[in-house]
C-alpha cells in the first residue's frame, strides 16, 4: 500500500466494467476520486465529456498531467478531496464547479470509504439539493455486503440507503491491484433514491441523524435501552412505530427510523429534549 493508502488497479477490463456500470455518456462530467495511475481515467476519457480528477500525490499529479495533459477532456485538480466537498459539519468549502447529474466513478483508499459516501451522500451542494446522479467505487467486498444488506443495518448501511438504492455490480479479486490488498473488492452502484424520505415524513435530516445515533449508542443493547434517556415513554413510541420491545437498533427498518424520529421530534417541539446528544461526528 503507498502512503496515501492507494492500491492501484491493473486491469483495463476491471476499469471498462466500471464505465459501463456508471452509464457514462457524451454528455456527462464525471468526479474521479483518487486516479492514481490512471487505469481508470484512460476509460472514462473515452466516453465523458469531462473527467475532473481530484489526487492529492504530486508525483502522481505530474505523471498524470503527462500522460493526459494534451486531452481536452481532462480537468485536473491537485487536492485531498475532504477539502473539496462540503463539510456535513456546515463548514464551507471550495466549490468544485460540478454540474447538476455529475456522475462519481472511483477506485478509493478504503480507510476513506465511510468518511468520502457521508461527505458526498449526506451534504447538499450548490443550490441545498445534491446534485450528483450516479455513484460508482471500489471498495472493500465486507464493506459493500454490509451497505446493501437490509437485515442487521449498521450506520454505514442507513446513512448509504436513506439518499440511495445501493447494489454491487461485481466483484474484483485483490489479485487486479498493486500493491495487491489483503482483502478483495466490491464495485458499488448507488442510485438516488426516487422519494425523498426526510420530505415524506417532514423530519430533518439533523434529527433523523441525531436520533440513530443515540439508539446505536451501544449496540448490544436493546433499543428501549438506549433510548430511555430521553423519557419514559420509550414503550409507547416503539410500539406506535411497530418495532418489537426486543429490538435493537440493527434491526429497524429506514421507515422505523423515520417514524421515530417523526414522533420523538415532534415531542420535542413540544419541551422534552434529546439529553446530551449533538448531532453526528
Given at each position: 500500500m503507498t502512503r496515501l493508502g492507494q492500491h492501484f488497479l491493473l486491469s483495463k477490463s476491471v476499469a471498462s466494467r466500471m464505465v459501463a456500470a456508471a452509464e457514462i455518456t457524451k454528455n456527462d462530467t464525471v468526479l474521479e476520486i483518487g486516479p492514481g495511475k490512471g487505469m481508470l481515467t484512460q476509460e472514462l476519457l473515452k466516453k465523458a465529456k469531462k473527467v475532473i480528477a481530484v489526487e492529492k500525490d504530486p508525483k502522481l499529479c505530474t505523471f498524470l498531467k503527462e500522460k493526459f495533459g494534451h486531452l481536452n477532456n481532462f480537468f485536473l485538480i491537485q487536492a485531498d478531496i475532504r477539502d473539496l466537498f462540503p463539510d456535513p459539519e456546515g463548514n464551507p468549502r471550495e466549490p468544485l464547479g460540478l454540474?447538476?447529474?455529475?456522475?462519481?466513478?472511483?477506485?478509493?483508499?478504503?480507510?476513506?470509504?465511510?468518511?468520502?459516501?457521508?461527505?458526498?451522500?449526506?451534504?447538499?451542494?450548490?443550490?441545498?439539493?445534491?446534485?450528483w446522479e450516479r455513484v460508482v467505487l471500489m471498495i472493500q467486498k465486507e464493506v459493500a455486503k454490509r451497505i446493501i444488506t437490509k437485515k442487521k443495518m449498521n450506520l454505514l448501511s442507513i446513512s448509504v440507503q436513506v439518499f440511495s438504492k445501493p447494489k454491487i455490480a461485481f466483484y474484483v479479486s485483490r489479485k487486479n491491484f498493486r500493491p495487491q490488498p489483503n482483502v478483495d473488492s466490491a464495485v458499488i452502484v448507488l442510485e438516488k433514491r426516487s422519494k425523498d424520505l426526510f420530505k415524506e415524513h417532514k423530519i430533518s435530516q439533523k434529527d433523523f441523524f441525531k436520533l440513530i445515533k443515540t439508539g446505536f449508542r451501544h449496540k448490544r443493547k436493546f433499543l428501549k435501552n438506549n433510548l430511555s434517556p430521553l423519557g419514559r415513554g420509550t414503550s409507547k413510541w416503539l410500539g406506535e412505530c411497530d418495532i418489537s420491545l426486543n429490538a435493537r437498533a440493527e434491526d429497524l427498518s429506514l421507515e422505523n427510523w423515520a417514524c421515530l424520529t417523526s414522533l420523538l421530534f415532534s415531542l420535542t417541539n413540544r419541551g422534552h429534549h434529546l439529553q446530551g446528544q449533538d448531532s453526528r461526528k
Open positions: 454540474p447538476s447529474g455529475f456522475k462519481v466513478v472511483a477506485n478509493i483508499p478504503y480507510y476513506l470509504t465511510g468518511r468520502l459516501l457521508r461527505q458526498l451522500l449526506e451534504t447538499p451542494l450548490g443550490n441545498g439539493v445534491s446534485k
